[in-house]
């Protein structure tokens, strides 16, 4: 369904990917890991759109995505879930949720995203408590969730996930994999970013390790899990990942 | 761009050019460069201000209002010597920035814009009203030829030596500055407030003090312009004058050494020779900024150095 | 003077309430941009000039005029986006350069309006007539309902447009965050556009119901865009809601200082009055519908 070809970014002079190509197919839960400042962030910009691309070609169901604008992206199935959640602070969740299906208000009928928030609401029962309340005022967990919750309501074909885990307690990161889980069960096709090496290889059949803006290893998950490389990477310089 | 031998040349060049002109002989020519000196005082001023600290002032004018009032007032009314009345309106002016510079700088981008908008404005405004001081919109006419050491500065020939040389004096002051710790310490301030704080930049201080030299800047240029016209008026300063000089600015280059010079110089021909277009004048330096704007952002002054620059770093 | 008092009230009410149009432009702008329209107030003057313009000596119908000098005043802030704001919001200009953008504007403009209309203060008829109607105390003139009516409406009908239409609540999305909300799909650039075209809309109206009151002329501009900031600010910027009471406060404050301070210096009170707040109160009343980030030149 995806398929990256020798990418190209940068930002300036420096560049953050040097010529990565990688493919997920339809219904895959593919993972990228590898030290900070990798490029892996860089990598989902550039599938977004929100980055340029310098040379190298994302093909997304054979239509190249370079031409279409960030804003488009997502009407081609394209949803991200930032690093950071990004949700509108001072807007409230339903609110939030509302405007992740705006690409849809002129082609889906108003039932239909209305069975789809309550959908999210469903998958985050968290969130239902607090659907009048301003997105700025809930917890990082819940953030999250919502961020998540407002990517699906574009009824993504391509959901692709910035650092899911980041900054939350491993319960809660643990709650919302677990729901991508599902999703992805039931048919999502999800690129999952991670700094967590363990949790990106246990949710996912199939993962990329990037360094330094390139691709040093990939394989399924359950192999990379015993791949010296990545345990250098992880464990022989832990955390330290200057690039 | 370093100091010493970067600077030296072009200054002595630019000394030259200045003296060479009136030989020309064209009291037109010496009238339009004595005016675009006056400009490029303040826009030297003004660029200290907010091509180094980052500060944007839309009320300077207001600065070259007081200091030309202080020179007709203190000349025709008080009797004080043009010289002694200059420095008594640098002196006053420089002193309401320091008022009114700390709690206005404070504020940031579009605040501090509006803020010196509206103070610009009430200057002129008053400045028009206040008849009793100021002349209202008589204004102060038969103000004295400026005169120093028993040299009476009588034509626009000799004004615009005298003009030209505070002009390059200023240019030296200010080239000082910039390569000062303090302009670096300004350089710092207008890339990064909270950032040079934490690194020990007295802030307010310097941001303070930057204004007040280019208050200054512009009050010794609204006095000698008193003089040039042997006339003080506050309309004359009015935002039509600040849109000149942000003009100047932008062309010339903002935050560049020269830019104020190279902006100020060939603007000032154009308003000059607009002949009976003269009404087109506002409209023209209007267009001519926002245009730079889009295409020439870094001003003549700073694509040039840019465009230096990439060629001597390479690809 | 104090048998004054309520028609310097009703004044400043009426006077006020054009300060909120304008001041509501603004925070419409700053909600989706972060740009302050420092050419706002000349939307307000081609309100007034382009009815004058089109008015002519009263063979086109005031109504027509008035409507054709609002559409064209809203192409033309279309055309300022397209031409002045788009190319610098492409390449990510620094704030500064917006707010010298619009201030070359706020010069072209009424410039223009100048060499290519009239140099002149003029007007065109009031809407029902000059024959004062009695409101309590005060007599007031019959443009003057037009005027609160119009801000009535507006106000109405922006907070439904921001708070229960999905583009409404999408503009206020880009202020927050420009890359999430094209993540979302959300055309930024065709909401930026929209911003000014909306701004541009409401100024021409307010500026089309004021000039009975005021005559018009091509430079009254930059008075109503100092003011219109003043008002905005008041109310905190940004928030629709608070433009228009701040509207109401600075019209009050002004007619009030005008009798009891000073009539001598005009609007310089009024721009003093604007430094106070900036000075003092920079967030305004109401807190703003956006959070101000801090932002470096």
């Avoid at chain 3, 031409?83 to 504007?105: G, N, Q, S």
Wanted: glycine fraction near 12%.
């Amino acid at each position: 369904m995806l398929a990256v070809e020798e990418l190209v970014v940068a930002y300036g002079r420096i560049q953050a990917l040097r010529g990565v190509s990688l493919t997920i197919g339809r219904g895959e839960y593919v993972g990228v890991i590898g030290p900070n400042g990798a490029g892996k962030t860089t990598l989902l910009l550039a599938l977004s759109g929100a980055l340029p691309v310098a040379a190298g070609r994302i093909v997304l169901d054979g239509e190249d995505l370079a031409r279409v604008p960030a804003h488009a992206r997502v009407s081609r199935g394209v949803a991200i879930v930032p690093e950071g959640r990004e949700v509108f602070g001072p807007l409230s969740v339903r609110e939030n949720l509302e405007l992740g299906a705006y690409h849809r208000r002129r082609t889906a009928p108003r039932a239909e995203v209305r069975a789809d928030l309550e959908m999210v609401l469903d998958l985050f029962p968290v969130l239902r408590g607090r659907s009048r309340q301003l997105a700025a005022t809930l917890s990082g967990g819940e953030q999250q969730m919502l961020a998540v919750g407002r990517a699906l309501m574009s009824r993504p074909r391509l959901l692709l996930l910035d650092e899911p885990s980041l900054g939350l307690a491993p319960v809660v990161a643990a709650e919302i994999l677990g729901a991508l889980g599902r999703l992805h069960a039931q048919g999502l096709t999800c690129l999952l970013v991670e700094q967590d090496a363990t949790l990106a290889l246990q949710a996912t059949s199939r993962s990329y390790v990037f360094r330094t803006g390139l691709v040093v290893a990939h394989g399924s998950s359950a192999e990379l899990r015993r791949n010296p490389l990545v345990e250098e990477i992880y464990l022989g310089r832990a955390g330290s990942g200057a690039c | 761009m370093r100091a010493g031998r970067g600077t030296a040349l072009p200054l002595a060049g630019l000394a030259v050019g200045v003296a060479a002109l009136p030989l020309l002989g064209s009291v037109f020519a010496d009238t339009v460069m004595a005016l675009a000196g006056l400009f490029a005082i303040v826009a030297v001023g003004l660029n200290l201000l907010f091509g180094y600290a980052g500060k944007i002032s839309f009320g300077h004018n207001a600065f070259m209002a007081m200091g030309a009032y202080a020179s007709g007032i203190l000349t025709t009314g008080a009797g004080l010597p043009p010289l002694g009345a200059l420095v008594a309106g640098a002196a006053g002016t420089g002193a309401v920035a320091f008022l009114l510079g700390a709690p206005i700088l404070r504020l940031r981008g579009h605040y501090l814009a509006m803020a010196t908008l509206a103070l610009g404005e009430i200057t002129i405004i008053v400045s028009t009203r206040w008849t009793e001081v100021t002349g209202g919109l008589t204004g102060i006419p038969g103000v004295p030829d400026f005169r120093v050491l028993g040299v009476a500065f009588d034509t626009k020939t000799k004004l615009y030596y005298l003009i030209w040389a505070v002009a390059l004096g200023g240019l030296c002051l200010s080239f000082r500055v910039i390569d000062s710790r303090f302009g670096r310490a300004l350089r710092a301030l207008g890339a990064h407030e909270a950032a040079a704080e934490a690194l020990g930049v007295p802030v307010v201080r310097y941001r303070v003090q930057v204004f007040v030299l280019s208050a200054v800047y512009a009050a010794v240029a609204g006095g000698l312009y008193a003089h040039f016209l042997n006339y003080v008026n506050g309309t004359f300063f009015d935002l039509p004058v600040m849109v000149e000089l942000m003009a100047m600015l932008v062309v010339g280059g903002i935050g560049t050494r020269w830019g104020p010079i190279v902006g100020a110089v060939p603007l000032m021909w154009v308003s000059q020779s607009l002949g009976r277009y003269a009404d087109y004048s506002l409209l023209i330096f209007g267009a001519l900024y926002g245009v730079a704007l889009l295409f020439l952002p870094r001003g003549l002054c700073g694509e040039l150095v840019a465009w230096a620059a990439g060629r001597r770093g390479g690809s | 003077m104090l048998s004054l008092l309520p028609l310097l009230v009703v004044n400043g009410v009426v006077f006020g309430a054009i300060y909120g149009l304008n001041a509501v432009g603004f925070s419409v702008m700053y909600n989706a941009t972060n740009i302050i329209n420092f050419a706002q107030g000349e939307f307000l003057m081609l309100g007034g000039m382009l009815t004058l313009l089109f008015y002519g000596d009263g063979r086109v119908p005031l109504p027509v005029a008035a409507a054709g000098a609002v559409l064209a005043t809203t192409l033309i802030g279309l055309l300022i986006e397209r031409a002045a704001i788009r190319p610098l919001w492409r390449r990510r200009a620094k704030d500064w350069t917006y707010i010298f953008m619009l201030f070359a504007v706020a010069t072209v403009v009424p410039n223009a309006v100048m060499l290519a209309i009239s140099r002149d203060a003029a007007t065109f008829p009031a809407f029902s007539g000059t024959r004062p109607l009695a409101l309590g105390p005060v007599t007031v003139a019959p443009q003057a309902f037009w005027v609160l009516g119009l801000t009535a409406v507006v106000a109405l009908g922006l907070y439904g447009f921001f708070t229960h239409t999905l583009t409404g609540k999408a503009m206020k999305a880009i202020a927050v965050n420009r890359r999430a909300a094209a993540w979302m799909g959300i055309p930024v650039e065709r909401m930026v556009a929209l911003s000014f075209a909306l701004s541009a809309g409401l100024g021409a109206l307010a500026g089309v119901v004021v000039t009975p009151l005021i005559t018009t002329q091509f430079n009254i501009g930059l008075p109503f865009t100092l003011k219109g900031f003043a008002a905005a600010v008041i109310g905190g910027l940004g928030n629709i809601g608070g433009a228009i009471v701040g509207g109401l406060i600075l019209g009050v404050l002004e007619a009030l200082s005008s009798a009891f301070v000073s009539s001598m210096y005009g609007d310089a009170v009024t721009y003093g009055i604007l430094l106070v707040i900036l000075l003092v109160r920079p967030s305004g009343l109401f807190r703003p519908l956006v959070e101000l980030t801090e932002e470096e030149i």
